[in-house]
């Protein structure tokens, strides 16, 4: 993912970076990715027609607090 939290623009930005990135992607060594995301500060998100998400901060919040649970948990349970 890339992180843009100013303009259109540099949204735009972020979506050709990611797509320049996921195209010199060795599939023979790795996974191509399994999406590609721009984290910004607008209202909304939404999947462009090039399939690039663009996503709030705001709405990763929920996620990350999962994310974190889940590794607390893995922990927990190699730890023992």
Known sequence: FEVKLHDSDRIEEGAINLLKLAK???EQKMKKPAFLM???ATE???QRED???????ACLRDW????????AF????TDT
């Open 38 to 40: 721009v984290i910004t």
């Open 74 to 77: 893995h922990t927990l349970i």
């Open 64 to 71: 990350f607090f999962i994310l974190s649970l889940k590794c």
């Open 24 to 26: 010199l992607i060795d």
């Open 51 to 57: 399939g690039v998400w663009i996503v709030p901060l």
């Open 44 to 46: 909304y998100a939404y």
